[in-house]
């Protein structure tokens, strides 16, 4: 009983610190998040068309729709007789069932899109950007013209852009897909009108409230869908997207998190590598604020290499990202030991062989110089019994001029 009575107080005590230590952990851990897009957008019977109208669809040139050609409600298809016109390779539905029944898939598609949370918002400007999958928008969205915009994902990714305004895509300006993504999974909600630029090479469903223009020479992988207005072509070639994802088949991003430890010491003056590792989809990207000078990282692969040139401690923060929040950010200590020095190296001495004799030169003494020829060393230096010899001989001589001077006073 006795033992009992110890021992619980001691369980009590050891579960409290357990769960202090625990929630402490809780409390100190890095959130993370994961934003899911339920998507692709579906787009119903509209998936198959490269054009869709609603007031009126014109074409000029030999602009080719590889895809099916709608108009609803209004009647006026133009510019597609063949050759020298244009060419649809699908099926045209001009005022029936099948483009009205369309035309309210597109309507259901764009409120859908319309209605995402953003992943970022305040966009105007779309060149020199690469982004992650999620949902970007802004007032009015532009590609200048020779500009480039990377999407950067995986074959269920999906991006999703809302222009509360109007679209613009500058002429000669280029839409890049990489990672296995697809034109599938990117959608375009326009709140007016869309403009493709001449010689652009654009990816991506339009879902336009208004109208759409693609001038001259302009390429479409996706399909130009406009819900109240026109549709205007000049010789283009649009190609609806195909072997798209179900609709409804998720498309999940995870915030970053960085795996990596410390990075290991560094010496001044030796080349120097080191990895920053991190999870996430998609891929992270890494920078890094407070490196020793001398070092730099990869913002792709995430290496910390170079020369280091000073010793010290250098207080590091890197961060990951990917475009979905919260970035993971780590704060580590990088040391850079002192280089090493060189070891003083003793003046080398030449062996002397026994028997072997060692010649000096004669210096200047009191009273002349010695002879100016070399003298054999006897193998003892005479310097030191001379002067011992000397200092006897004058004790001995003061010696003997006290003792004479006793004796003659005794006398």
């Not at 070092?295 to 475009?323: E, F, K």
């Not at 062989?353 to 002879?371: C, N």
Request: glycine letters at 12%; aromatic letters at 4%; a neutral charge.
């Amino acid at each position: 009983m006795a033992t009992s009575r110890f021992l619980r107080p001691t369980v009590i005590a050891l579960t409290g610190i357990g769960l202090a230590a625990s929630l402490a952990l809780m409390t100190t851990s890095t959130a993370s998040a994961a934003t899911v897009i339920d998507g692709p957008v579906n787009l119903g019977t509209a998936a198959s068309y490269g054009v869709l109208g609603a007031s009126a669809v014109t074409n000029t040139g030999p602009s080719v729709i590889n895809g099916d050609l709608g108009l609803s409600p209004g009647t006026s298809i133009t510019g597609f007789g063949g050759a020298p016109d244009g060419t649809v390779n699908g099926t045209t539905h001009q005022t029936d069932a099948a483009a009205a029944q369309a035309q309210r898939d597109t309507t259901t598609a764009y409120d859908v899109a319309a209605s995402l949370s953003p992943t970022q918002t305040g966009l105007t400007e779309l060149n020199g950007l690469s982004l992650s999958p999620g949902v970007y928008s802004g007032g009015a969205l532009a590609l200048a013209n020779n500009g480039a915009l990377t999407l950067a994902g995986s074959a269920d990714s999906v991006w999703v852009f809302q222009a509360a305004s109007t679209l613009t895509i500058g002429s000669a300006s280029r839409i890049t897909i990489t990672g296995g993504a697809s034109s599938c999974n990117v959608f375009w909600q326009v709140g007016s009108s869309a403009t493709v630029g001449t010689g652009a090479q654009f990816q991506g469903t339009v879902l336009a409230q208004q109208s759409v223009t693609a001038t001259t020479g302009a390429t479409v992988v996706g399909r130009l869908l406009a819900r109240t207005g026109a549709v205007t072509l000049d010789t283009n070639t649009i190609t609806a997207s195909t072997g798209c994802p179900a609709p409804g088949t998720p498309s999940e991003t995870v915030a970053p998190t960085i795996t990596s430890g410390t990075p290991a010491a560094a010496t001044a003056g030796t080349p120097y590598s080191a990895t920053v590792t991190a999870t996430g989809t998609p891929t992270p990207t890494f920078t890094a604020t407070g490196l020793p000078a001398g070092l730099t990282i990869d913002s792709t692969t995430g290496v910390i290499s170079g020369t280091p040139t000073t010793p010290g401690d250098s207080t590091v923060t890197i961060t990951a990202s990917n475009g979905t929040t919260p970035d993971a950010t780590q704060t580590v200590t990088l040391t850079v030991q002192p280089g090493a020095t060189a070891t003083p190296t003793a003046p080398a001495t030449t062996p002397t062989t026994p028997g072997a004799t060692t010649t000096h030169t004669a210096v200047p003494v009191r009273g002349g110089t010695t002879p100016t020829g070399e003298l054999a060393f006897t193998g003892s230096d005479p310097t030191v019994p001379l002067a011992v010899a000397g200092l006897l001989l004058a004790a001995g001589i003061g010696t003997a001029v006290i003792a004479k001077r006793r004796r003659t006073r005794r006398i």
